[in-house]
């Protein structure tokens, strides 16, 4: 076990004397289907995974987790919450109302009986780009601060109907749209909303300090950093040659021919990544985070909750790996908390 001291030295002093660390894992478009990486299929590994709506004539898997999969997780949650040092983990599910097409859904019914044991967090009704949200002549307009009521309005309906505890002055924007959009920002503020998530991987979305977060062009509304993993969007498998391949994604971009490079042209690595390596450098990654008293939540997405063998998910491996590393070294207690509660932290040190 880390002493004090010492973990004031691997943290540099930047933890902020809390007795505690922070894990806040948030996972996206509950209800909907996700589109899969097929390194096979042209169209599902465009610029690294497929940039298309799931529908008629896409040939990508679609992948909707079921009812299993959120029991599955929630067993993995109740699993490590039962030990005292990790009692305050819970996952927040942000959720899109308009994925739930039938009262006799079994996704639906499994999260009204789990919904005590997640946070809820809305993420529109219709996850359309709040930036691209209707067609013009030109191309697109964002949205209006209207229809901006409107998405929040119907989740925040659903969610009562679906009988969750929403964290209604918070939510997830589509795509991390919107941040710029201040029609749809005045819209947000009015309905209620206070805290939106950015994305770190966008210059544009890191704060000059650490623990801290942005304004948007509303005052009222408050940006919080999240912290993407590696563990993609349209990845759900473990296995290579699988649709939602997860190391197959990993290797088409950082691998020895992958899209993204160094600044001197060469590939991230030399040979391919397997499963094992990805998640040991990434929980590694995700343990600093934790390590350095990081308020910032993460982001992952429904498909990464999807059982590829037995109870198996990338995201519970991911998260289980850091889990597990963190308990080696230090007893401080993890915990994980609302948005809401996110931002109040971060606006609290920033003396809003
Ligand atoms: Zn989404």
């Known amino acids: 076990m880390l002493q004090r001291g010492l973990l004031d030295w691997v943290t540099r002093g930047v933890h902020l004397g809390w007795q505690k660390v922070w894990l806040s894992p948030q996972v996206d478009d509950l209800f909907l289907p996700n589109n899969m990486f097929d390194a096979s299929v042209e169209e599902c590994a465009t610029n690294g995974g497929p940039n298309v709506e799931p529908g008629e004539g896409i040939p990508c898997k679609v992948l909707r987790i079921e009812a299993g999969d959120l029991e599955a997780v929630a067993t993995w949650q109740r699993t490590w919450r039962a030990k005292p040092q990790f009692g305050g983990l819970r996952l927040n599910l942000a959720y899109n109302g308009y994925g739930v097409k039938t009262e006799d859904d079994a996704l639906l019914a499994a999260a009204k009986r789990l919904s005590g044991e997640f946070f809820w967090v809305s993420h529109t009704f219709g996850h359309r780009h709040l930036d691209c949200y209707a067609p013009t002549e030109t191309g697109c307009r964002g949205a209006t601060a209207t229809e901006a009521i409107r998405e929040i309005e119907d989740n925040r309906a659903s969610g009562d109907r ?14 991390i749209s919107g941040l710029r959009n201040e029609d749809f920002l005045r819209g947000a503020a009015e309905a209620g909303i206070r805290f939106l998530v950015s994305d770190t991987s966008r210059a544009e979305f890191v704060p ?11 005052p009222s509304v408050f940006l919080i950093p999240r912290r993407p993993t590696a563990i993609f969007y349209y990845a759900a498998d473990s ?4 649709p939602g391949s997860e190391p197959d994604e990993y290797n088409f971009l950082f691998g020895p021919a992958g899209m ?42 429904q498909a990464n909750l999807w059982r590829y063998r037995e109870d198996r998910t990338l995201l519970t491996d991911l998260l289980g790996s850091v889990l597990t590393k963190f308990e080696a070294m230090s007893r401080l207690p993890v915990m994980s908390v609302e948005q ?12 809003y």
Not at 208 to 218: E, Q, R, W
Not at 341 to 347: D, E, H, M
């Open 162 to 175: 679906f009988g969750l505890s929403v964290d209604s002055t918070s939510m997830v924007t589509p795509q």
């Open 208 to 218: 000059p300090i650490g623990n801290t977060g942005l304004p948007s062009a509303v």
């Open 239 to 242: 296995e290579s040659g699988r």
């Open 260 to 301: 993204f490079r160094k600044a001197d042209g060469s590939p991230f690595y030399d040979v391919d990544q397997k499963y094992a390596d990805i998640i040991d450098r990434e929980s590694d990654l995700t343990l600093q985070y934790l390590l350095r008293g990081e308020v910032y939540p993460l982001m992952f997405h």
């Open 340 to 351: 809401t509660r996110l931002g109040q932290l971060l606006t609290e040190r920033m003396g």
